[in-house]
């Protein structure tokens, strides 16, 4: 069956540390892959999504980057993270079938202190 | 720009009443609508796909209708129980390539023993 792992699945950081979240896919191959964020008292925001290996497009300017290194990872990195990068970052995948429906790992809970 | 709301925030009924949520987006154009439930601290379970096509889709208790001209969705849970206690997420696909999501905020539902 398709599942998705994100890990870790709790993180607290400092602020300027860096970070990285991983997502992994099992049961597909050659997924597009997504980084959501859902922050307190907002919806889920699309972050950047992957079409394939080193393809990596940026919904919105951040602090934060992507990259896929193989075919069934996409790992959410930063350099230095910020207070406002404090969230829950869900990973995405297309369920196999080409029905459309997208579905979601556990994710990972980040607090940056 | 595509935006999706969700109304009422917050839904309290008792066991047993039935549930109606309500999701309404700006742009009719869309590829489909997906209905998902949160638990706390959780990743998103995928519950109905509705294709751009489709009037209705149902599941079990669950049932979901689209009504693409007037921008609505409405997810319909009969005989509520206190497990169905969650937030529900409506989300639509624009286009058929990708899978970017528009999200709601979502409608934090509370059904009481």
């Known amino acids: 069956s398709q599942t998705i792992h994100q890990w870790p699945a709790t993180l607290v950081q400092p602020v300027g540390s860096p970070l990285s979240l991983e997502c992994t896919v099992e049961g597909t191959s050659n997924p597009n892959l997504y980084w959501y964020r859902q922050a307190a008292g907002r919806g889920l925001q699309l972050l950047f999504y992957s079409v394939g290996i080193g393809q990596i497009s940026s919904e919105v300017p951040q602090n934060l980057s992507a990259s896929r290194p193989q075919d069934r990872q996409f790992i959410l990195s930063s350099k230095k993270l910020l207070l406002s990068d404090s969230g829950f970052y869900l990973c995405a995948s297309p369920r196999r079938g080409n029905t459309g429906e997208l579905f979601f790992g556990e994710g990972s809970r980040l607090t940056v202190l | 720009k595509q935006e999706v709301t969700q109304i009422p925030a917050a839904l309290s009924v008792p066991e047993g009443e039935n549930l109606v949520l309500n999701c309404s987006f700006t742009?009719?154009?869309?590829?489909?609508l997906q209905w998902f439930r949160q638990d706390p601290g959780k990743g998103l379970t995928s519950l109905l796909l509705?294709?751009?096509?489709?009037r209705e889709q149902t599941s079990g208790r669950l049932n979901a209708s689209l009504d693409k001209s007037s921008g609505r969705s409405t997810l319909y849970i009969a005989a509520s129980q206190p497990g169905d206690s969650a937030t529900y997420l409506c989300?639509?696909?624009?286009?058929?390539?990708?899978?970017?999501?528009?999200f709601g905020g979502g409608t934090r539902v509370l059904v009481k023993p």
């Open positions: 989300a639509v696909r624009q286009g058929a390539a990708g899978n970017k999501l528009t």
């Open positions: 509705i294709q751009s096509s489709q």
């Open positions: 742009d009719s154009a869309i590829y489909n």
